[in-house]
């Protein structure tokens, strides 16, 4: 793979596009769409309501009630299919001998009855999927959720706590994070989405959780924080990854534009499976009839390309492609890779494989 | 499948990195690739569509080749038409994304389930639930069971040939009635590899929930074993749950004669094809979340695949399964758990990133080493009685041995990925090291089913590429002193003589093609090559060339980052041919013990958080402990998946306890 033919790495840090979000219920929840295609939406709209798919418990009716044939049972109910039943509500019984019916052992429904048999559900838990962007509805994801198009900044992470918020964009107080306090009356930090470009640290997190804000958005954590992080109660989204570096001055003043919008931040967890990226959305006002472009993805390196890198001592690093070697050089390390050569903003030139760099569009 | 001698066959394996292609063509009546693609996967943001990768890979094999190869709908143009544009054969691999979630019902572990786990090793399959009469578990607690591990596949054996139904059939049941109560609507799939007396009933049973697939029983009688045919209708579920899984298989692979078949099964099919001709052969695949070990000795063959060693979305589970100490014990320097833990995670965020700095590149081999290790261990029980006579004893002597993955193939240096190998695997006795650098396997394995000549030649015309012949010394030769005395005789007549110390590895650049005699004696007692003393070998050279590797097996480590520091830049400077790149002396110190630096301190601005080093011993143990019992907790997380927040709480306030415990008791 040399330059011609690779197509790098993208990670948006737009700041106005076109955006596509999906806004699902979770695989294992089950429940109804409550959008249409070409529904407007705002940050709170309800796009889907579900459950999560809950135990089921198997009642041996027939046995209990020693009959001879399972579908003699038929005959006893005092439950159908679908009912919602209470702990200890009568199945099925010999009206006036009560103490031979059989009792729900669960509050739950009745999903099915059959071979002498009564099967209950408990009941699941509720959950809504909001919107979480201005918006309009482009299409309708059978049982799951809707494909919502919106139009404002958009900022991907590398790593998110599995939660979701929407708040205020804040930056960080210029004394240190420790300062961040809601309780005045008038503090910006209420429903705030704070940023700060130093690591999250065990004291952060712990401003996060007694200060109740919304989310945090950080460029890196020691991976002995991380489940502090995954069990935090805001939604925590990382620029760089895992270890001690700071937030790009890049991504940082891209942020910075941005304070005092409503933002959506959306802490996905990557994994193996997850076709989605971390990132934040911050919608933008335009003017009528205004259409900013679609993000391009079909980008190749080029010189003069604004590129991040990914690895080595450099990494976090903002910097300008100056050179694309058609051949493979042999790095420090010892592997013979395709390179490009880049200057930093911090005014060093380095040899990057073309693996370990990131563009924004 | 019947064989016709057709022209072009156009073979794509979509890795979770890298999408390949390879266009393979009659050149002068016999088979030879004609053109190569490769580029990144496309299954992720921002496409979430595999078919934009199989696109791009396509036209770079079109720029070489001037072939157009797409119609004007992006599918794959076949047949081929007049003006060679098309091609005749279309295959499709994939090890993308996750492997099928498998329900296995039997009436007995030690029996016919035994038997099916051995028939699933070969594809991507994780086992989420296992129903036999055995489990205590009530129905309720079974069928919920089954529900929430949200299976693609229904896997049930059991009964022997002849034998009983009834206990079968109410296992089955249970699984029918897990069907109707699951949520979605989707039809999963059911192998039925059991009694075949009860196939009807199966049939009439599922039928109406799923798409009911059968093979023979894999346990026909108590003695006998037939797992083959279940393995091969694993491969069309496979396919199956692909095409369900969206990430644009089904506009991907239409046209594809074959649908999509696991990656896996092309390297137990070259293990096998390699296997008949030189007796043994070892194919290894470390990927990005799956890796893959197919063993073949004589006709037995046996393959591992685990889901959990990757370099790249599988590392930070690789560490976990491996465990920090034996990645360390690869490490020439000092490295702390939470340092290992942040690089295998960084590269689960980023996979398809390269080790950019000498410690990355330690960090990444000694993950993989590691792996590989885990990988040998789970699959040696599955090789042949002798082959597997001791888990602890060196691994069996292996004719031909076949790396495969970027590890080993993007390193752009031959002589790095053969001592990668070796290190790996340990190989005994005389191997040949070959090296998937086209990522030609998976396109083999999938044409072995439709063109067994087209795979035949292009293995025979080094598809695979050859590195080398290794030697490889048993017994454990004394460092510095001669453990080798090497005679190479050159085609030329002219001849190479070579003592190789204990402890150290020479490469003779012996050019690919090339062939020469060589003659080899160890020295020193208890020092052999395969059990022999003197080798005598015609020889054919490598892009490495020919390897002696008189470091003795097992691999004498040392037991120190220091010691290490010394030993290791130079085989990587041996296997190479550089000057050793030496281990900065400052990575050889203790990590220091951190802090929580809080708000009013700024970390620094690039590599690790500098800190307050600890200053007493009692300081040091008590951060130690600290950092043991943290890491402990992220270790926790890790093997149960996703965070429970009550046992986290839990957790931290039990590391807290232990903590202040250790300080008041040092303060």
């Known amino acids: ?361 | 499948m019947a064989e016709n001698r057709t022209g072009s066959i156009l073979a794509v394996d979509f890795g979770n990195v890298h999408t390949r292609a390879v266009l393979i063509d009659l050149v002068d009546g016999t088979y030879r690739p004609v053109g190569y693609g490769e580029v990144m996967t496309t299954s992720s943001f921002p496409h979430g569509d595999v078919s934009v990768g199989l696109e791009r890979a396509l036209r770079q094999i079109s720029r070489g080749t001037g072939r157009q190869l797409l119609r004007s709908d992006h599918t794959v143009l076949s047949p081929e038409l007049p003006d060679r544009s098309g091609v005749d054969s279309f295959l499709v691999t994939t090890s993308i994304g996750r492997p099928m979630r498998t329900v296995m019902i039997g009436l007995t572990r030690a029996m016919s389930v035994d038997s099916a786990f051995r028939a699933v090793a070969g594809t991507y399959v994780q086992v989420v639930e296992t129903i036999t009469l055995e489990d205590d578990r009530d129905e309720s607690a079974q069928i919920n069971a089954i529900i929430l591990s949200r299976p693609d596949l229904f896997f049930l054996v059991g009964g022997t040939e002849g034998g009983a139904q009834t206990t079968l059939l109410q296992l089955a049941k249970r699984a029918v009635l897990a069907m109707r109560l699951m949520a979605d609507d989707r039809r999963r799939l059911v192998l039925f590899a059991g009694n075949s007396e009860a196939i009807p009933q199966i049939r009439e049973l599922f039928s109406p929930y799923a798409i009911v697939l059968t093979a023979e029983n894999v346990r026909p009688s108590l003695e006998q074993e037939q797992p083959a045919q279940a393995s091969a209708q694993l491969a069309s579920a496979y396919d199956s749950v692909a095409e369900q899984r969206g990430a644009g298989f089904d506009r991907a692979a239409a046209g594809s004669a074959l649908g999509v078949l696991p990656t896996a099964q092309s390297y137990s099919l070259i293990a096998r094809y390699l296997a008949q001709v030189q007796g043994s052969a070892l194919a290894l695949d470390v990927g990005s979340a799956v890796s893959t070990l197919s063993a073949a000795i004589g006709h037995h063959s046996a393959t591992t695949i685990r889901n959990d060693i990757g370099l790249g979305h599988s590392a930070a589970t690789l560490l976990e399964a491996s465990g920090f100490d034996r990645v360390r014990r690869w490490l020439p320097f000092v490295v702390d758990d939470n340092e290992l833990l942040a690089f295998a995670l960084n590269k689960t965020l980023r996979p398809g990133t390269l080790p950019e700095s000498l410690r990355e590149l330690y960090l990444v081999h000694a993950l993989m080493r590691a792996g590989v290790e885990m990988l040998v261990q789970t699959a040696r029980p599955l090789w042949t009685d002798e082959a597997n006579s001791s888990p602890d004893a060196a691994l069996p002597p292996f004719r031909m041995i076949v790396g495969a993955g970027a590890v080993f193939a993007n390193t752009g240096r031959p002589g790095m990925s053969a001592m990668l190998l070796l290190d790996a695997l340990q190989p005994v006795g005389m191997s040949e090291l070959l090296l998937d650098g086209n990522a030609l396997i998976p396109a083999l394995g999938a044409l072995a089913r439709v063109q067994q000549e087209a795979f035949v030649q292009l293995l025979d015309a080094g598809g695979i590429i050859p590195l080398g012949t290794c030697f490889s010394v048993s017994g454990q030769p004394r460092a510095g002193k001669p453990a080798l005395r090497v005679r190479i005789t050159l085609p030329n007549g002219e001849i190479v003589k070579q003592e190789v110390p204990g402890g150290t590895l020479w490469v003779y650049p012996l050019g690919l093609g090339v062939r020469a005699l060589i003659d080899v004696r160890t020295v020193g007692r208890g020092v052999t090559i395969g059990g022999k003393r003197k080798f005598r070998r015609e020889v054919t050279g490598g892009t490495a060339g020919i390897i002696f590797d008189a470091r003795g097996r097992p691999l004498p480590l040392a037991l120190t980052p220091a010691e290490r520091a010394g030993q290791m830049p130079a085989w990587y400077a041996q296997a190479t041919g550089d000057e050793p790149r030496l281990i900065d002396p400052e990575w050889l110190q203790a990590a220091p013990a951190k802090k929580d630096t809080g708000q009013a301190e700024a970390a620094p601005k690039k590599g690790r958080q500098k800190r307050r080093p600890a200053t007493s011993e009692k300081e040091l143990e008590v951060e130690q402990r600290a950092k043991e019992v943290q890491a402990k907790k992220v270790r926790k997380q890790f093997s149960s998946g996703e965070p429970d927040q009550g046992d986290a709480q839990n957790g931290d306030q039990q590391a807290k306890d232990e903590v202040d415990e250790l300080r008041n008791l040092f303060s």
């Open chain 1, 1 to 361: 793979m040399n330059y011609e033919t690779y197509f790098p790495e993208q990670r948006h840090l737009l700041p106005l596009t076109i955006f596509r979000r999906d806004r699902l219920l979770p695989v294992d929840a089950t429940g109804g769409i409550e959008v249409a295609r070409g529904d407007r939406v705002d940050l709170h709209t309800v796009v889907a309501r579900g459950a999560v798919q809950a135990p089921f418990t198997i009642v041996e009716a027939a046995r209990q009630l020693r009959l001879r044939r399972p579908e003699q049972l038929d005959d006893l109910l005092h439950v159908h299919v679908g009912d919602p039943v209470q702990q200890g509500e009568l199945l099925a019984g010999k009206n006036g001998r009560r103490k031979r019916g059989v009792r729900s052992p669960i509050t739950g429904t009745v999903v099915h009855i059959g071979d002498g048999r009564v099967i209950l559900q408990e009941v699941g838990e509720n959950m809504v999927v909001e919107a979480g962007v201005n918006g309009h509805v482009v299409d309708i994801r059978r049982g799951r959720g809707a494909l919502v198009e919106g139009i404002g900044a958009v900022l991907q992470g590398v790593w998110g706590n599995n939660s979701r918020a929407t708040g205020t964009l804040r930056l960080e107080p210029s004394d240190g994070f420790g300062r961040i306090s809601r309780e005045a009356l008038d503090s910006p930090y209420h429903n705030a989405i704070v940023v700060t470009r130093r690591p999250l640290s065990q004291s952060t997190l712990q401003v996060v959780h007694e200060q109740e804000l919304l989310g945090v958005i950080a460029p890196s954590i020691e991976p002995e924080l991380m489940n502090d992080a995954l069990s935090s109660s805001a939604a925590i989204l990382l620029t760089e990854g895992f270890g001690s570096q700071r937030m790009s001055t890049f991504s940082y003043s891209f942020l910075s534009n941005l304070e005092g919008r409503q933002a959506t931040l959306d802490g996905i967890q990557p994994g193996v499976l997850e076709a989605r990226r971390p990132e934040v959305i911050v919608n933008v006002p335009l003017q009528s009839g205004e259409r900013p472009p679609a993000p391009r993805n079909d980008l190749t390196l080029h010189t003069d390309m604004q590129v991040r890198v990914t690895r080595g001592n450099f990494a976090g690093n903002i910097g300008q492609i100056i050179g694309l070697l058609n051949n493979p050089i042999v790095l420090d390390n010892g592997l013979r890779v395709h390179v490009a050569q880049v200057y930093l903003v911090t005014g060093e030139t380095l040899y990057v494989p073309l693996e370990n760099l990131e563009v924004f569009g």
